[in-house]
């Protein structure tokens, strides 16, 4: 933190300097962040309503509070194109995500899902989504889908994050709704028949550490942490301070 005055003077010279370095631990995506050809469900889940994930979810009867698989589903034409023809597939370190955009230029949503495996309740989690390199244009979209604790215990869909294509490699950070969220990716484009080739899903729990910054003192050979040392030689009359970041 640093305060300066209206006038943009330092009212403290030097800081306690903390910077937060971001952790990553754990893997919370069932068997791994990496596909097989198996690594899909076998059935295709068809929705026909705007309410995709929570439809697609609830298909699947998740939550079952153990890790699960991925499931794969896609827009029956319903409410969105059909992509029932060319639903998600999966090889080995590969899932393929694809459009189908009619003359209205509206595009069919395809994706998959899975329930991550003993989360805690209001910790921070981190999804890396790693894409093989291409040029194919669209729009990625990340969810969190869960249980609500409120009778009736309806499914309730996060706020959506948006992610245009091509891209390398996207992070989602959300916080856990509960211990078995569903971690929900979609796809969607203005080009027909294009599509998104996922390489890898990781999910982490993310926690931020402060450390202190350590300046070098080249002269006599050692290094001291930054300390604050308040300058009482400005006044405050040219106005209440203001603090910024």
Not at 51 to 61: F, G, H, P, R
Not at 70 to 81: L, V
Not at 134 to 163: A, M
């Amino acid at each position: 933190m640093e305060q300066i005055n209206s006038r943009g003077q330092a009212l403290e010279d030097g800081l306690d300097i903390l910077i937060s370095v971001p952790f990553l631990s754990g893997e919370y995506s069932s068997y791994g962040s990496s596909f097989i050809a198996s690594t899909l469900s076998s059935t295709n889940i068809a929705t026909s309503t705007l309410s995709y994930a929570t439809e697609a979810v609830a298909s699947a009867n998740l939550p079952t509070y153990t890790s699960s698989g991925w499931f794969r589903f896609t827009s029956d034409g319903t409410s969105q194109p059909s992509a029932t023809s060319t639903p998600p597939t999966s090889s080995v370190n590969n899932i393929n995500l694809s459009a189908v955009v009619d003359r209205g230029g509206n595009s069919s949503v395809s994706g998959i899902f899975q329930e991550l495996k003993q989360l805690h309740k209001g910790s921070q989690y981190s999804a890396s989504i790693k894409l093989h390199q291409n040029t194919n244009i669209g729009t990625l979209k990340v969810s969190i889908v869960y249980k609500s604790p409120i009778f009736p215990y309806p499914l309730i869909q996060s706020d959506i994050t948006s992610y245009n294509l091509p891209s390398n490699e996207l992070t989602f950070n959300f916080k856990a709704y509960s211990t078995a969220d569903i971690i929900c990716i979609t796809f969607e484009s203005s080009v027909d028949r294009s599509l998104v080739d996922i390489f890898s899903v990781s999910v982490q729990e993310r926690k931020e550490y402060k450390m202190p910054v350590v300046t070098d003192i080249t002269l006599v050979g050692i290094s001291k942490v930054l300390r604050r040392r308040f300058n009482s030689s400005i006044t405050l009359d040219d106005g209440e301070p203001v603090t910024t970041e």
